[in-house]
């Protein structure tokens, strides 16, 4: 029997602890973005859903669709392609609400609220892990857009900073998710919640369609709707001729809604019970 | 002034009058306690009686409705920080991450205490073997045993030597070895002086590791006092002897008052108990009855249970909560 053994590893495992400086805030939220990518890497098939769905909307809304509304499925794809990358990357943030209300039914959580850390920490962290998939969604809409025929006119440099500005826009908007997670019951209520929103605001966008031919009503929501604009921003990125006041105005959005969903979050994740 | 400062530091933890309602339900009705430092303190009770809910207050994860605490100086609620900063918690539900390895775990509980990545990764590799885990360390702990994901529990605990350390059940659900393992893990802690509030329904484990007990019923402290205390009060173990044939019971009573002075009669007509904590005096009695051809079908030497001592202390068994108790500390 190892008692005895086990009994001086104890002791010295005991003993041989000083307290270091506490964890800087960047650091804690890094942390808690590995954690995220390490439970990627135990269970790979939670990429499918961020490879699988995109794939599906690409093919499908380029060759059902292309013909009857832009002439051409290759005419269709130029226009369509930077709106299939916004869609697909949202739909993914209503995950992260999912993810964070199926963590909470977790004991570790507990563990994480009694650590001496930035408050923000697990949330902020979480948020940086999901963003690796907002970007991994993003970089397979790209690549078989490519593989289709797509050729943005901006190179590299403009798919990049589409894609940089979709997941940027997507991280300000899965504070909403979050929020959503914490307050709902079960992972189905806040998927079910969050799709009943994400979906009439993508459709309700000119992420398919030109505006133009709406009636009057509907074509004025979509042209304020953030959706429409971080679209059009991401086409002007990749065309090479983006308007630098669209762009503003998504990272403006994106600020406005962590300024008021993150703090909101946090204290929600805090003294939820 | 020195000499004051000295007379109260020994306390690591106070609470007086915490309180908690969720709802209509009111989980803690006013907890006082003093928990000396260095030493492992255990609050009794039975399911439902305000146990987690209490430790989640001192812990910093509930806000209590009313009353105050402190660790160390701290007070929970004003200085949360501070106090997350001293304390450990080893919950109910096991807080460990089931969806990553063991040695994940506690690396990420390193990183996250401050310690930099090869301090991290060496402090994981110390715990793992110190708590006999390094053989599954690789392994995501959905796949550990009870025993093996509590020990994990523990040690995710220890990453940084926590000031106090609340234990909520340690051992419930978990088999006699595994269990006798955290016994010993809490024995080697309590001997490096680390201060434990141990949380269990079980008097035997409070008997055997705890120098204080508080039992806890119904949201209140109903009885404190050393484990030894507690028994007394409760009446001292038993010899509980069940014969053959109900017929000869009256001659075991007489040969047993004797033998050991005073004799309980049983409902049971073939069972009788008396007052006995030595053993070997259990032993000559049995003896003498064998030796006086009454015949026995079985017998025991038993400390009070916690249902004896709820009974003694309250009147009711501890099972016998009609359905109103909320569920330890986590409703909804």
């Known amino acids: 029997m190892s008692t005895q053994i086990q009994d001086v590893a104890l002791r010295t495992a005991l003993a041989s602890t000083p307290r270091p400086p506490r964890a800087g805030a960047l650091s804690a939220a890094l942390t808690f973005g590995w954690r995220g990518m390490l439970k990627v890497k135990h269970v790979p098939e939670q990429l499918l859903d961020v490879t699988i769905t995109p794939v599906m909307f690409v093919l499908m809304f380029t060759y059902l669709f292309g013909g009857a509304i832009a002439g051409s499925t290759g005419a269709y794809l130029d226009y369509i392609l930077p709106g299939i990358l916004v869609m697909s990357v949202l739909f993914t943030t209503v995950y992260s609400g999912v993810a964070l209300n199926t963590d909470l039914t977790k004991g570790v959580v507990d563990r994480f609220r009694t650590l001496p850390i930035w408050r923000p920490a697990p949330l902020v962290g979480a948020l940086l892990g999901d963003s690796v998939r907002y970007l991994v969604a993003g970089t397979v809409i790209v690549v078989l857009g490519v593989i289709l025929g797509f050729r943005p006119d901006a190179g590299v440099p403009g798919v990049v900073a589409a894609l940089a500005l979709t997941i940027v826009f997507a991280f300000g908007l899965s504070w909403v998710f979050t929020t959503l997670g914490l307050l709902l019951r079960s992972p189905n209520a806040v998927m079910n919640a969050g799709f009943m929103g994400i979906f009439p605001l993508t459709f309700l966008s000119n992420v398919f369609v030109d505006p133009e031919t709406l009636p009057g009503a509907l074509e004025a929501f979509v042209d304020v709707n953030p959706i429409s604009i971080l679209a059009t921003a991401s086409r002007g990125l990749m065309d090479g001729n983006a308007d630098g006041a669209d762009i503003m105005i998504v990272l403006g959005v994106a600020v406005a809604l962590t300024a008021i969903f993150m703090p909101l979050t946090t204290k929600l994740y805090r003294s939820r019970s | ?332």
């Open chain 2, 1 to 332: 002034m020195r000499v004051l400062w000295v007379m109260t530091s020994p306390l690591a933890l106070e609470a007086s009058g915490l309180a908690k309602s969720f709802g209509d339900v009111q989980a803690v009705a006013g907890v006082d306690l003093a928990v000396r430092s260095g030493s492992v303190y255990g609050v009794l009770g039975p399911n439902g009686a305000g146990k987690t809910t209490t430790i989640r207050m001192l812990a910093t994860l509930l806000r209590p409705d009313a009353g105050t605490a402190s660790v160390l100086g701290h007070d929970i609620v004003r200085e949360a920080d501070a106090v997350r900063g001293l304390v450990s918690l080893t919950g109910q539900m096991a807080s460990v991450d089931e969806d990553l390895t063991g040695r994940e775990n506690l690396i990420l509980l390193a990183r996250l205490l401050g310690l930099k990545r090869a301090d991290a990764k060496a402090r994981a590799t110390e715990l793992l073997e110190a708590f006999d885990l390094a053989e599954a360390s690789g392994r995501l702990v959905k796949n550990f045993s009870g025993g093996m994901r509590r020990r994990l529990d523990i040690a995710a605990s220890l990453v940084v030597t926590p000031q106090i350390l609340f234990l909520d059940e340690p051992t419930t659900g978990l088999d006699p070895r595994s269990r006798n393992q955290v016994w010993d893990i809490i024995r080697s802690l309590a001997a490096a002086g680390t201060t434990i509030l141990l949380c269990t329904q079980y008097l035997d484990e409070a008997d055997q590791l705890a120098e204080g007990i508080a039992v806890i019923d119904h949201g209140k402290v109903i009885a404190e006092g050393t484990p030894a205390q507690l028994k007394a009060s409760v009446g001292s173990a038993a010899l509980h002897i069940r014969l053959l044939d109900p017929e000869q019971r009256s001659d075991a009573e007489r040969i047993l008052t004797t033998e050991l002075g005073t004799v309980h009669l049983e409902p049971d007509p073939a069972a009788l108990s008396a007052p006995c904590s030595d053993a070997d005096r259990a032993a000559e009695a049995i003896a003498e009855l064998a030796r006086s051809d009454v015949r026995i079908a079985g017998f025991s030497l038993a400390q009070p249970s916690l249902d004896e001592v709820f009974l003694a202390l309250t009147g009711h068994t501890a099972d016998d909560q009609t359905g109103d108790s909320p569920v330890e500390g986590r409703p909804a």
